[in-house]
């Protein structure tokens, strides 16, 4: 008998009943655990390329499968995945084979501990860091990472080259970065542990070197691969104490695959240098190039295809 | 469950008063943005929202555009109107992007309250020799109050659940936690901070549910309960007669 009145009922049993189920699966379970992997899928044939929504990860992920393309591999491009959260799990559950990625970034995704920052410790730590399923091929030379920027006005009144002088500066040191940098080992924390200059933060995020520019901040961190370094004139500071951890260009791998795409990518990371790199990220945001035909000239120019 | 407990934890930490971001001032500004932008955006929806109501010229333009303009993306048009007014004016960019964002629901609320008085009212205070003046004041801003004060409560919650993207131009609010977390992944302060916005919400849609309670005239309960009398009992006297 469904008289009104019952269906109210009904429906009234349902949501309590969903919103009991709803609620119990929020207690019982962690929700932000991915629980378990499945196993790789061979991917002998085809190699599955991702690359994160970063213009300039983009360009390398382009060139791995051009090159990979030109050396008789079916490829599939699945480009612009996210930040790490998002992609990481796919990589470790088979669906995505080859990966541009940094070293130093990526060792502090699996180790958030880690104490390495030249280039080889860190790598060799990430190789240990990784889990299984998963390795890493050559590091390039080119680096994309973090970075202290003032502006050449500022520099050259300060006399600044490296982030030690910073401690000499008699103006407050306004630092502007992303909003996690505050947290971050590098941020405001180690520069007062190990240079010993103290600084405010300023979470500018998207508009950093726009607020650099301003003045908002007169310190702020900078990919040090990003073109605006060279087009803003800006001054990067040195590191002598190795307060940023390295982060070279590394291509993260499958390893059922690994050794198959070995010669055909060290080959591609031995030849992008650092100045190689913030030249392809310069043609790319300031000439509008898309990342494909970037990465065909490059390949072409290094004689690779 | 673990998760959610973490989150009030944190939420009631002794370190929420010692961050370089205060959780007091977070809620302070976040409250601060909203109440600016509703304000500005009521300056500007309401008398727009009267007139339109009340001549019922540019009615349909208003519609199209308070529909349009729900569909803006807020966090675009954050970003866009950061870049054009320089980074100098941050907070202008951002209480702009908020007040666009709060204008369609205020102005909809306006001029439907208008729309929703029963004509007859107002031919009645006009056969009475009331002004246009007096009509508007006496009749349909009393009337149209409730409807008025739904659409300022609609446009307060999208702005308080919205002011959490301030964060990423630097103006602070609960938005900070929660944008600051999620590259940190550190799941409990994001979840704390949603938590947080979510109960500010929570207590603003209580406040407005209070006030628009309070702003319905009394006349109008009881002319809505005469109305409703009328028509059934004629009707079931028909019913009636059929069975028999």
Partial sequence: MFTARNKGRLALGAVVVGAALALSGCASSDPLDSGSSNPGDGGSETIVIGSQAYYSNEIIAEIYAQALENAGFEVERNFNIGQRDAYIPAIENGSIDLFPEYTGNLLQFYDNTATATTPDEVYAALKDALPDGLTVLDQSPATDQDSYNVTKAFADQYGLTSIADLASVDVPIVLGGAPELEKRPYGPTGLKDTYGVTVQFQATGDTTVEDLVAGTVNLADVYSADPRIQTDDLVTLDDPEGLFLASNVVPLVNEDVADEIADVINAVSAKLTPEGLVDLNVQSTVDQKSPSDLAKAWLTEQGLI | ?244
């Fill in chain 2, 1 to 244: 469950m673990n998760l959610f407990l973490d989150a009030f934890a944190w939420i009631f930490s002794p370190e929420r008063l010692t961050d370089s971001l205060p959780l007091s001032v977070a809620i302070g500004q976040h409250l601060f943005y909203t109440f600016i932008s509703v304000l500005i955006a009521a300056a500007i929806a309401v008398p727009l929202g009267w007139w339109i109501g009340h001549t019922g010229r540019a009615r349909e333009v208003a519609v199209a555009i308070s529909g349009a303009a729900r569909a803006v993306p807020s966090f675009g048009l954050l970003v866009l109107l950061v870049l054009i007014f320089g980074v100098l004016h941050k907070p202008e960019a951002a209480v702009t992007a908020f007040v666009l964002l709060a204008i369609p629901s205020i102005l909809a609320g306006a001029y439907s309250g208008f729309e929703a008085i029963d004509r007859r009212v107002i031919d009645a205070g006009r056969a009475m020799g009331m002004t246009e003046w007096q009509i508007l004041w006496r009749v349909e801003v009393p009337l149209g109050l409730p409807l008025l004060i739904g659409g300022l409560r609609s446009a307060a919650l999208q702005v308080v659940a919205t002011v959490t993207i301030a964060a990423y131009v630097n103006l602070g609010g609960i938005g900070y936690y929660i944008i600051q977390g999620l590259p940190l992944r550190d799941f409990t302060q994001i979840l704390g901070g949603a938590i947080v916005v979510l109960a500010l919400a929570l207590v603003l849609d209580g406040v407005f549910a209070l006030i628009q309670r309070l702003a319905v005239p009394r006349g109008v309960t009881a002319g809505r309960a005469t109305e409703l009398r009328e028509t059934p009992t004629r009707r079931r006297a028909t019913v009636a007669s059929v069975t028999k």
